[in-house]
């Protein structure tokens, strides 16, 4: 269970990555739009911090998508 967890987290860690670099922003600039901290973006697309719903959504109005295509993988 625990790698299916981790699987998950590096996954939508990736998505989240891959769809901010497409936008060509910065994990800061990332963070300030989500109103959470830079490191906290980097732990997250790292895969190293286990992100709560509301903060996935904060990412997805970010980046200016829906939920559902950060979890599309």
């Known amino acids: 269970m625990v790698n299916l967890h981790k699987h998950f987290l590096m996954m939508l860690g990736k998505s ?3 769809k901010r670099e497409k936008m060509g922003i910065s994990q800061e600039q990332l963070g ?12 997250v697309e790292r895969g190293e911090k286990n992100i709560t719903v509301l903060n996935m959504q904060k990412f997805a109005q970010a ?6 295509d950060l979890i599309d993988f």
């Not at 989500?34 to 906290?40: E, I, M, Q």
């Not at 980046?63 to 559902?68: E, K, Q, S, T």
């Open 16 to 18: 989240i990555r891959e």
């Open 63 to 68: 980046l200016g998508v829906p939920l559902r």
């Open 32 to 43: 300030k739009l989500a109103k959470c901290h830079r490191t906290y973006v980097g732990m």
